[in-house]
């Protein structure tokens, strides 16, 4: 059965999360990290439940939900995860950080380009992948039926939905993406969003005030 655990790091407030088993083995998703505190923190988190990380996933490339990417790559020797329409934004990264007052290396570690035809599995534990554009240009989300969670990024939050007006944003696409790839999930489905708390599908569907059912 899957665990799941949510750090809350840099000036954005952006929620990082690991995902892991019985089997020790974790995934990393949207690491943000952006000092020694908070890379300290992160790793002491693995270090104390004796975990080994195996992936690097990305929901979207948007600056806030990447700072942290290259130093998982150097620690674990990880590929970084992104689905390939993605990847423009990723490399946009160093641009928009000195927009924001601050540097960002570009990423050297290997890409693997993911699809909503893939799995990613950790022992008897699969997650499907959601396509879920709208906030970004190809943002995914990672689902799993049976612990009943999914991680969405900033396409789904807790009374709000991720904006659209960022370049690749679209609010139709968004639309659509939360009305037929999350909504559809469970009602008791527990939401993973990229910033704030969590909250359920069942409870977006009948109270967000953005898409409602």
């Known amino acids: 059965m899957l ?5 809350v790091f840099n000036p954005f407030q952006e929620n990082t999360y690991i995902l892991y088993n019985e089997t020790g083995k974790a995934l990393i998703i949207d690491p943000g990290f952006s000092d020694e505190t908070e890379r300290d923190q992160f790793v002491r988190f693995i270090d104390e439940k004796k975990l080994q990380p195996v992936y690097l996933l990305n929901t979207h490339c948007h600056i806030d939900h990447i700072l ?3 130093f998982v790559h150097d620690t674990w020797k990880l590929p970084l995860h992104i689905h390939k329409g993605e990847q423009v934004v990723l490399q946009s990264g160093p641009q928009v950080a000195e927009m924001y007052g601050f540097s960002l290396a570009p990423f050297t570690g290997a890409l693997v ?4 035809a893939d799995t990613i599995t950790l022992g008897d534990d699969s997650i499907s992948l959601l396509f879920t554009p709208g906030h970004s240009p190809a943002s995914l989300s ?3 039926k049976d612990s009943g969670i ?9 009374g709000s939905i ?3 007006d960022l370049p690749g944003g679209n609010f139709d696409t968004l639309e659509q993406s939360i009305r037929t790839k ?3 999930l469970p009602d008791t489905t527990k939401v993973y969003s990229g910033h704030g ?3 359920s599908i069942g409870f977006e569907k009948k109270n967000n005030p953005f898409i409602q059912e």
């Open 3 to 7: 665990h799941i655990h949510r750090f």
């Open 68 to 70: 942290g990417n290259q």
């Open 113 to 116: 380009f993911l699809d909503e």
């Open 142 to 144: 990672f689902y799993n």
């Open 150 to 158: 999914v991680i969405s990024g900033d396409t789904l939050f807790s």
């Open 162 to 164: 991720g904006r659209t």
């Open 182 to 184: 999350l909504y559809t």
């Open 197 to 199: 708390p969590g909250t």
